[in-house]
């Protein structure tokens, strides 16, 4: 007859039934968060469909500026920095980017495993030799993990400055689409004044054709005149849809929504001078400010391809439940060996420091673009600004008195109606160049606002 356990021996079996699924039973309690994580991100989601629901709902009220006759620039300035779709994207890629410092700086899940030997067919774990429960981590070479998160967080720097560099063009691109707008209601005004006078001097031609003091022809070419000033309007009308489309495009509106008039442009002036403008563009261009930060990042990426020679560990804690011996625990530390395969490690090195030469010369070149763009706008700034005081303080000025004289002169029979129509011609001709000047210095200030990277005011 076999020999009836010991009160010692049946207490250290139950212990030996129960331990095994009692540990795994809080494994599975310890994992539950994880498997609960998603509706997390649903909850966040809903929390974006929310934002967006607001944003549509302030977009409605905001849509009051343009109800109005008159269109005023700082309000379509701060329409489109709301509502610009590059200027959404670009911010929504620098909250993606804002996420990236806490996974990549993070360690890797911690991994459990279990062993069993010389399993039971009935899978009776408690029968089982040995049952083995092991829990384990990697562990990066120390500063890794820092230097993985420093590099995510030069690329939340770099995603910000492409925000700014977005912002800065919309706004160029805004001012120069408002003043083409400005350009065409001008042009529009010059058309339908200058085709009321081409109607008048028809109607002295006329009369005087009546009473024989002119020709036929200059009936015809009062006619001629008069439609050609008609076709102008008509094609410039026409030409009003085109640009009003531009504008509502960056602002993200439909193309044929309402626009009103834009306002005058403010006196062309340049105050800075280009040593305070170079100056403005080294500290504020978005562009170069990203290319510094991307220096920074690949100096991160550097130091970390270096720290690739050095190994990596990982950590192991077992417990041993055996049947019918002394129970256990035990632990392993393992390492890479990165001598083994140094040749990826020393081409990790060269592609790093290649590219953080390709960064400095990438800053080098974004600094010598960005001056050449602030020399050349501030150039054809100045060169506006002369033409429109040039226009407004001597040709308007001396076209007008041109053609007062020529009128009275072909009433009274001292000029013919070729030099009535021509004094007319060089008075629309000059209106419009002034109308054309004032407008490249208003898009030219916009280049130059975009160069040096912010707003120059005038005042």
């Known amino acids: ?20 699924p009692l540990l795994l039973g809080l494994l599975l309690v310890s994992t539950s968060p994880v498997i609960t994580l998603p509706h997390a991100s649903f ?33 379509v300035l701060t329409y489109a920095q709301a509502h610009n779709p590059t200027i959404r994207a670009a911010r929504a890629r620098v909250f993606a980017a804002q996420e990236r410092p806490a996974q990549v700086s993070a360690l890797d899940d911690p991994m459990f495993t279990y062993e069993g030997f010389n399993i039971p067919e009935n899978f009776d774990l408690t029968r089982t030799d040995n049952n083995i429960l092991k829990l384990s981590q990697k562990l990066p070479f120390p500063g890794k993990r820092r230097l993985r998160g420093e590099i995510a967080t030069h690329e939340v720097a770099i995603a910000s400055k492409d925000v700014r560099r977005a912002e800065v063009m919309t706004r160029a691109s805004v001012k120069q689409a408002y003043y083409d707008l400005w350009q065409v209601h001008q042009n529009l005004l010059v058309y339908a004044r200058e085709k009321e006078l081409a109607a008048q001097f028809a109607t002295i031609a006329e009369k005087k054709y009546a009473v024989g003091q002119a020709s036929q022809p200059d009936v015809l070419r009062a006619q001629v005149e008069l439609t050609r000033l008609i076709n102008r309007v008509t094609t410039q009308t026409l030409k009003l849809g085109e640009v009003r489309a531009m504008l509502n495009g960056l602002l993200s509106r439909s193309p044929e929504a ?80 990165p001598l083994a395969y140094r040749q990826k490690y020393d081409a990790g090195v060269a592609e790093a420091t290649a590219r953080l030469s390709a960064s400095k010369a990438d800053l080098r070149a974004a600094q010598d673009t960005a001056l050449a763009e602030v020399k050349g706008a501030l150039v054809r700034a100045q060169t506006a600004v002369e033409q429109v005081n040039l226009f407004a303080q001597t040709h308007i000025l001396q076209a007008e008195q041109a053609l007062e004289s020529s009128r009275i002169g072909y009433q009274t029979g001292q000029v013919d109606f070729l030099a009535l129509t021509d004094s007319l011609r060089v008075v629309e001709q000059v209106h419009l ?4 000047a004032a407008t490249d210095f208003e898009k030219a200030y916009a280049d130059l606002e975009r160069a040096v990277g912010q707003a120059l005011p005038r005042r």
Not at 2 to 17: D, F, G, K, V, Y
Not at 433 to 436: A, L, P, R, S
């Open 1 to 20: 007859m076999s020999e009836a356990p010991s009160q010692e021996e049946s207490m250290h079996a139950t212990i030996h039934r129960t331990s095994v």
């Open 43 to 75: 909850a966040d989601d809903r929390t974006m469909s929310e934002k967006l629901t607001d944003d549509t709902a302030r977009s409605g009220e905001e849509e009051g500026v343009f109800m109005s006759e008159t269109l005023p620039l700082d309000a």
């Open 258 to 337: 309402r626009l009103g008039v834009p306002h005058d442009a403010p006196k062309p002036v340049v105050r800075r001078t280009l040593a305070e403008l170079t100056e403005l563009t080294l500290n504020n261009r978005p562009e170069i400010a990203a290319n510094a930060a991307a220096i920074a990042r690949d100096t991160a990426t550097l130091a970390l391809s270096r720290k690739a020679y050095f190994p990596d560990f990982e950590v192991y804690v077992e417990r041993f439940f055996n049947g019918g011996r002394k129970d256990g625990v035990g632990v392993i530390v393992s390492a890479t060996i």
């Open 433 to 436: 160049e002034h109308i054309t």
